[in-house]
């Protein structure tokens, strides 16, 4: 599991003196970056190469509030990736100074190219390093149709 550590600092919290939920959203992009960077996709890699991560969906559960003053631990766990390398799955987890659980996310993406703006599988090199990251119990390969279980327009709207 990967951890990144955040000060809560006064532009992230909402008119209710909590974590705004905008916040938790910078923490987790600004993690997966990290984490990503670590991995060997640093800035200059991903320019060379035209590519970059898009989200596809990030689904938030929040258990307790999170308050300025103390730092908080934002998790990433690779849960799932498709064998090509295109899909990937990331679930996230917010620990407070206590270490107790405050918030989840599950978040899927996939890689696209900067030129074509399409979805691309993972170069070789990259995938390898991508495939060669630690594990969780429950990690699944992804398909296509993991990627479209909310793709269609509810017929009631149409």
């Not at 898009?54 to 730092?71: D, L, R, S, T, W």
């Not at 691309?120 to 993991?146: C, N, Q, S, V």
Request: glycine residues 6%.
């Amino acid at each position: 599991m990967y951890l990144k550590e955040f000060e809560i600092r006064w532009s992230d919290l909402d008119a209710n003196r909590h974590l705004a939920n905008s916040a938790y959203f910078n923490f987790m992009a600004h993690t997966r970056m990290s984490y990503l960077f670590e991995l060997g996709f640093d800035q200059k890699i991903l320019a060379e190469r035209q590519i970059g991560p898009v989200a596809f969906y990030e689904h938030m559960y929040y258990f307790k509030e999170i308050f300025p003053g103390n730092p908080i631990k934002v998790s990433l766990e690779v849960m799932g990736m498709s064998e090509e390398g295109k899909f990937f799955e990331f679930h996230h987890n917010f620990y407070d100074g206590m270490g107790g659980n405050v918030a989840h996310c599950e978040m899927m993406g996939a890689w696209i190219s900067l030129q074509s703006r399409s979805l691309i599988d993972l170069p070789d090199d990259l995938l390898r390093k991508f495939k060669a990251a630690e594990k969780p119990t429950g990690f699944r390969e992804l398909t296509k149709e993991d990627t479209r279980r909310f793709s269609k327009f509810p017929k009631d709207l149409v």
